[in-house]
């Protein structure tokens, strides 16, 4: 059957359980939960996505993430997609949610940040390349072509809460 998700309605509430392709193909509303990593210095990582993937290969994105699984909440969601994707363990905290049309299914976003201060080990299954910008450096880069669409709606909304430029405390 695949990757199993909670299938919810407009108000995040869940309906069933389906495979992830099903909802996709059916754009049934899903839960994704990302990751926003900032280093000691404040600087947030941007990553490009492996050429061999099936969702946007080659694209940039300054968030890590994917689809919360069956029973499982948005932190729970982001801290697993984190270690999985970086490496990396730590206790991401919940900055906004928002209702997603999706380039490719519509989606319940749940958007964390975390501070990295461990040497990151990305999967390359996962991330091709990386670097640390500065929110200025990162303002200019997500606006590209190449970048995955559904990040830029999230950019803007996380740049609409007044995120700060410092590091996390």
């Known amino acids: 059957m695949g990757e199993l998700v909670e299938r919810v309605d407009e108000y995040d509430h869940v309906v069933s359980v389906v495979s992830r392709g099903e909802a996709i193909r059916q754009r049934w509303l899903h839960r994704i939960a990302t990751i926003v990593c900032r280093d000691g210095a404040g600087r947030i990582l941007v990553h490009r996505r492996p050429d061999e993937v ?34 990396v363990r730590a206790d991401p905290r919940f900055v906004l949610k928002f ?51 559904d990040a830029r709606e999230a950019f803007d909304r996380y740049r609409a809460t007044g995120a700060p430029i410092h590091p996390l405390g």
Do not use: K
């Not at 290969?57 to 029973?71: D, I, R």
């Not at 909440?73 to 490496?87: D, F, H, Q, T, V």
């Not at 490719?104 to 975390?114: K, T």
């Open 99 to 149: 209702l997603c049309d999706g380039a490719i299914s519509p989606y319940w976003l749940g958007l964390h940040e975390a501070v990295i201060t461990a040497p990151v080990q990305p999967n390359p299954q996962e991330v091709a390349w990386f670097d640390w910008l500065t929110e200025a450096e990162l303002e200019e880069t997500v606006r590209r072509s190449e970048f995955v669409p």
């Open 54 to 87: 099936s969702r946007f290969p080659g694209q940039f994105n300054w968030m890590l993430g994917g689809a919360v699984e069956v029973g499982e909440s948005y932190e729970e969601a982001a801290a697993r997609e984190l270690a999985e994707e970086l490496g």
